[in-house]
């Protein structure tokens, strides 16, 4: 039952997207730092960024259904403790093998952001849901570009792991402000749990909405993460050769474009999130001619980013009110199927972006974001082309004859 988030719910929740996420993003500013005091090579730096995603596609298939069966009250505030027992084991660890074990189960516990989300989807009203979810995934994207900042900041001065007691200390709190803040969301429904896992397997093989929108996402965040995943890269190199923290500081561009996409969920709330994708989706893919300026001003650049945040975040709202809407009471599974398309194609663009760069440069870099972009708009395109077909068609002989004989009458 709709029981409404008021603007103090939405700015905790918000704040509970942004700590979760950034104890997998924290690591990657202060890389360089804390793999040589770890004892890492620099070869096996990867495995550091590599645990907290693996641990996340993991906590997506398996706890986030969990929304579905519990009160997501109780399981917000007990994956929040988690993961701040995640980071604070990265924040003491003494090697790199406890550092992997800390990322990775801080990364499993992280996807309390989308319980979050769906428990925000289940107690909105429906004219105000995708407003809702804007205001609150808007902490994911915060999290993730603004922990860039602090990251570097912190690494700078008080050293890599500073940033990490101050992740644990601020999910602990969250813990018990969001035990005492929130109203219970007790679920009635009556699958089981190996049930509901057996739901999101047959959603991608026969519901066409969350299968389109699992791609558009796939390719969306393939895209997204080939600028944040490589543009240390360009901006390390001659002539510019930024440190951790300059580099850090483009996230505030990001932040300002991601912020700026909140109106999305109200657009969504009207009826627009299918054309508020398309657009952003066009949009998303002309940000990289943008981005791909790298001298001798970074003026362009910066632009891009903050076209490049605003489409993404803008496509990712809509996405999620168009399958919360479809799917109000198994919120919490839908989400995660849908968030593993994500995890996936972030992935995919970490990967590629570097390969793209060593090989070719940054100009291959942008181009591989613009292709993803490019296909996350035909997948776009090819379900509107398809919902177009299956709408009635005027069956012309009857109508012809009805025509005559309304003709006929006169």
Not at 125 to 149: C, D, E, Y
Not at 315 to 320: E, G
Request: aromatic share 8%; hydrophobic share 55%.
């Amino acid at each position: 039952m709709a029981t409404g988030v008021t603007r103090a719910q939405r700015l905790v929740l918000a704040t509970v997207c942004a700590a979760a996420v950034s104890t997998m993003y924290a690591i990657q500013p202060v890389l360089a730092v804390a793999g040589p005091e770890l004892g890492l090579s620099p070869e096996s730096l990867g495995v550091l960024i590599a645990a907290g995603q693996i641990g996340y596609f993991a906590g997506l298939i398996l706890l986030v259904p969990l929304g579905d069966l519990v009160n997501r009250r109780r399981l917000i505030g007990g994956l929040l403790a988690l993961t701040s027992v995640g980071a604070a084991i990265t924040a003491a660890a003494p090697n790199g093998a406890i550092a992997v074990a800390g990322l990775a189960l801080a990364g499993v516990f992280a996807v309390v952001t989308q319980v979050t989300v769906a428990y925000v989807a289940a107690v909105s009203a429906p004219g105000v849901r995708g407003r809702n979810i804007g205001a609150v995934t808007s902490g994911v994207v915060i999290g993730i570009l603004g922990v860039r900042v602090v990251a570097g900041l912190l690494g700078d001065t008080l050293g890599w792991r500073a940033v990490y007691v101050l992740l644990a200390v601020l999910c602990a709190g969250l813990a018990v402000v969001t035990r005492g803040c929130l109203a219970p969301d007790i679920r009635t429904s009556g699958d089981r749990y190996t049930q509901i896992l057996r739901s999101m397997g047959r959603l991608v093989t026969s519901d066409r909405l969350f299968l389109s929108r699992g791609l558009i996402t796939f390719f969306l965040f393939a895209s997204f993460g080939s600028l944040w995943s490589g543009l240390a890269l360009p901006l390390g190199a001659r002539p510019w050769s930024f440190g951790t923290t300059e580099i850090g500081l483009f996230g505030l561009a990001g932040l300002a474009g991601a912020l700026g996409a909140g109106r999305a969920g109200r657009w969504a709330d009207a009826g627009h999130a299918q054309l508020i994708s398309g657009w952003s989706l066009l949009m998303l893919a002309a940000s990289w001619l943008l981005i791909a300026q790298t001298g001798p001003t970074l003026a362009l650049l910066v632009v891009g980013v903050v076209v490049l945040d605003f489409a993404v975040q803008a496509v990712h709202v809509s996405s999620q009110h168009l399958l919360t809407t479809a799917h109000p009471d198994r919120a919490g599974s839908v989400i995660g199927a849908y968030m593993a398309f994500y995890s996936l194609g972030s992935a995919l663009g970490a990967v590629t972006t570097a390969w793209a760069y060593t090989s070719w440069g940054w100009w291959a870099s942008c181009l591989t974001g613009a292709l993803y972009a490019l296909a996350g708009f035909a997948v776009w395109g090819s379900a509107q082309l398809r919902m177009r077909g299956r709408r009635p068609k005027i069956n012309q002989p009857t109508f012809r004859a009805r025509y005559v004989t309304m003709i006929s009458r006169r």
